[in-house]
């Protein structure tokens, strides 16, 4: 059977979620086109020649931009069965199965696009949806019908750009944290992707290219002695090859052996999810960690000359304006200006369908009614001065962003903006510290968004 998979979006990477299924559907026999939105033009060709489309849905702003890519389907194809994938599939399923989607797969959703196919190939009518937990066996991803790495989020580092590769050792997560999707689908498991499999993937991306690898796990550390297995064979075969991973403050801190090894090896960053510095919101969101764990995790890195990458999530129901002056001190405190993208002094809960945070009963009091467009339920602050300084610094991040202004000084006007609140205050930065607060650390030059 022809079938054409489509991403939207996968923070600037090249599309795993594409390659990986198209080794399985290969292997079992059937055609397989790949058109990544992010990178290419829309491909009406493509979409004529499917039998099947299937969207990779891994994140929220790649389901919203996937509805878009879907009605676009509709339009063309009308009767083109169509599918979405991966872990944000069965949000808003009222709202996509059937009108936009015939079928839809989340958690391992290689098995069940698979069997989605091959029923159709057989004039089979598949159910509506697959959840799929059970472990499974990985293909080595057939990145040939990728775009080209180049065209992809670098590495930035002291002045110069490598080419970036992205892959993941591990799906799901043992952690439960209430805010984030992944629990709601994989529900605390953890699914290993062979070793065999990432590095041989890792050996392909290297000849692609590739000089700096993400290893993009929901959490790298979930499974600590595979992901090291992993990282020493990759080391072994590639020495000169750098890596980042991302991982929970809790697990820097309890793995605190591993990270000589791990600096040793070639890691740059980290990503850790610090989130914000006050403890009963972090306690209420279930993070596992608090404030001074976090600074004692931003410690332990740097003592093995790796960089923290803390992403944020400032504003919550339950957050005041002083609360986002805090964060703004802890950044100034541990020198992580530069180590921030600005987008994160922005960030607003997501709460769609499914979320662990619907059984928060002083959150669902706050709800306001649920947004089709941006799925997710709105809500708002017990502060109205929260929300119009959350709109402010939206506004001036992307602002920003569009003009292209450096760290140091939109992080100058988000200090700026939060003094000006109602409720803030300024923030005291030392003298000389913005100047050098970009010097050699190691970034992505794809922003992150979730």
């Not at 990282?231 to 591993?258: A, M, N, Q, S």
């Not at 332990?300 to 999530?313: A, D, F, Q, V």
């Not at 991040?397 to 569009?402: C, I, N, S």
Request: proline content about 6%; hydrophobic content about 45%.
């Amino acid at each position: 059977m022809r079938v054409l998979l489509l991403s939207t979006y996968e923070l600037g990477h090249q599309p795993l979620h594409l390659a990986s299924p198209a080794a399985a559907l290969l292997a079992a026999g059937h055609e397989v086109r790949c058109v990544d939105l992010a990178a290419q033009a829309w491909d009406q060709e493509a979409v004529a020649w499917a039998g099947a489309a299937a969207l990779s849905v891994p994140m929220h702003t790649a389901m919203r931009l996937a509805a878009q890519a879907a009605r676009r389907i509709r339009e063309s194809r009308p009767g083109l069965p169509l599918c979405l994938y991966g872990l944000y599939a069965g949000v808003s399923r009222e709202l996509t199965l059937g009108p936009l989607a015939d079928h839809i797969v989340a958690g391992e959703y290689e098995p069940g696009l698979l069997a989605w196919v091959e029923d159709l190939g057989r004039g089979r009518q598949p159910g509506p949806s697959v959840l799929n937990r059970d472990r499974g066996a990985f293909s080595v991803p057939r990145r040939e019908l990728l775009p080209p790495l180049g065209g992809y989020a670098h590495l930035a580092m002291g002045g110069q750009e490598r080419v970036v590769g992205y892959v993941e050792a591990s799906h799901g997560c043992a952690s439960r944290c209430r805010h984030c999707p992944v629990p709601a689908v994989y529900d605390g498991r953890v699914r290993i992707v062979g070793r065999d499999v990432v590095v041989e993937d890792v050996a392909r991306l290297v000849a692609a290219g590739a000089r700096h690898i993400t290893f993009g796990d929901p959490d790298f550390l979930n499974a600590v002695h595979h992901s090291l297995r992993v990282v020493d064979e990759v080391h072994g075969r590639f020495p000169e090859l750098t890596f980042d991973c991302t991982t929970k403050v809790e697990l820097i801190l309890r793995h605190h052996g591993i990270w000589g090894r791990m600096a040793e090896a070639g890691c740059l960053f980290v990503v850790t999810a610090v989130e914000c510095v006050n403890d009963a919101i972090l306690a209420r969101i279930d993070k596992g960690h608090t404030a001074a764990d976090a600074a004692r995790a931003v410690t332990l890195l740097r003592e093995h000359g790796i960089e923290p990458r803390p992403s944020l999530l400032p504003f919550t129901p339950w957050t005041t304006v002083a609360d986002v002056a805090e964060i703004l001190d802890f950044v100034v405190d541990h020198d992580l200006v530069g180590n921030v993208d600005p987008v994160h002094y922005s960030i607003r809960l997501l709460v769609p369908d499914g979320s662990l945070l619907l059984s928060d009963a002083e959150l669902v009091s706050r709800l306001e009614g649920y947004d089709a467009e941006h799925l997710t339920w709105r809500w708002s602050s017990a502060d109205p001065e929260v929300d119009r300084l959350q709109a402010r610094l939206a506004a001036l991040v992307e602002d920003a962003a569009a003009r292209g202004e450096g760290t140091v000084a939109t992080f100058a006007r988000v200090t700026q903006a939060v003094a000006e609140a109602p409720g803030g205050r300024t923030v005291s930065v030392p003298q000389g510290l913005l100047a050098g607060s970009l010097e050699g650390r190691p970034r992505l030059t794809e922003p992150w968004f979730c």
